[in-house]
């Protein structure tokens, strides 16, 4: 299995994605896939309170032959978006279909109750053969519920929302995996992480044991620990390892915390690294340094974040990547080498994916990313673009 990791940059864009991939190099040490992309859905919502022709935050993930992406559609400036909409393959990315989650929001086909929805995952639990779309129902900018949609059929069709977590707070930027090794003892949990932000963005942690049916009830850290963006990954032991950006006053902190019990509770945090963030010129929605984890098939855990320590000055970002075999002790951070030190691009917003099948030394990674040809720009003159580079060692060299 696989995951490219979320994108949360909000572009006004149609969502699509390159199929039958072969790498070129052009420009800048920028990685581009030799193919046309194929447009997956369009948006179809005309409410006049949302900004349309928008298909935004991609999540994907596949098992097997079957692929399932996610993603927002109908984009409020303010945050969230008209609804959920969906792309599924059951033949590797040959052909697809796509739709939109029923009974979420007051749009959807049939109406729900939410006025807004936001910050899709995808998972797949393989236990109980069931794919999961969590996200946000927002009954207002304050009041925000974790949702999830079920889907039995292979992700063609989707249920009404079960609620993971409505305790009236402002809860936020959501993220869920299952347990899909069958050696594991915790083999179908699903954990779905988010944070409260209505307590100061305290990370939180809900289990599912029945394919997403019904969710435990939110625990915190054992030091109740504050962040954002946290990812979940399960090792093939069942333990889980949940690397987050955390806060302290105004530094950004890479930390992580793990369960071995199946959820049942949750370590205090341990400090991966600090984080020397740059905050990307253009007024561009990058103000948080999140991470991008992944895991390979023995375990290993692989988190990349933006990061301007290898730079003179902090004058450009670069992306920085660490490892760890068991969540607690982590590799001393690296700099992949997406572009030269001192080149004056600015990198952000990654997105990893790693290939399950491979590991360690032969690990294959690939990391979607945004850039800037320059980060000394400005509203006007900053040109976003998207690249990506590959690793077949485990992150040790990268295509260049």
Known sequence: ?????????????????????????????????????????????????????????????????????????????????????????????????????????????????????????????????????????????????????????????????????????????????????????????????????????????????????TWGNALATQDRVHGIGGQPLVQPDGTVIVPFDGFSFATFLLMSFRSTDGGASWSAARVISPVKFRHPAGNIRAGIPLPSAEMDAKGRAYVVWSDCRFEAQCSASDLVLTTSDNGIAWSHPTRIPADAIGSGVDHFVPGLAVDRSTSDGAAHLVLAFYYYPQANCTTATCQLNAGFTASADGGSSWTS
């Open 1 to 213: 299995m696989w995951r490219i990791g979320m994108l949360p940059l909000r572009l006004k864009a149609a969502l699509a994605i390159a199929l039958g991939l072969s790498l070129g190099l052009v420009g800048s040490a920028q990685v581009v896939a030799r193919t046309q992309l194929l447009q997956l859905s369009t948006d179809p919502y005309s409410n006049s309170t949302s900004q349309h022709k928008t298909e935004v935050e991609p999540d994907t993930f596949a098992s097997g032959s079957t692929i399932v992406t996610a993603f927002q559609v109908g984009r409020f400036f303010n945050g969230g978006a008209s609804n959920v909409g969906f792309a599924t393959s059951s033949n590797g990315g040959h052909s697809w279909t796509s739709g939109f989650l029923p009974s979420t929001t007051v749009f959807a086909t049939p109406a729900g109750s939410h006025a807004r929805a936001s910050d899709p995952s995808v998972a797949f639990d393989a236990k109980h053969g069931v794919w999961l779309i969590s996200y946000l129902g927002l009954v207002t900018l304050s009041d925000v519920d974790v949702l999830a949609s079920r889907s039995t059929d292979g992700g063609l069709t989707w249920s009404a929302p079960v609620v993971i977590n409505a305790n009236g707070h402002f809860n936020d930027k959501n993220w869920t995996v299952c347990d899909a090794t069958a050696s594991s003892p915790f083999y179908g949990h699903c954990y779905t992480e988010f944070d409260d932000n209505s307590r100061g963005d305290l990370e939180q942690m809900s289990t599912s044991t029945d394919g997403g049916l």
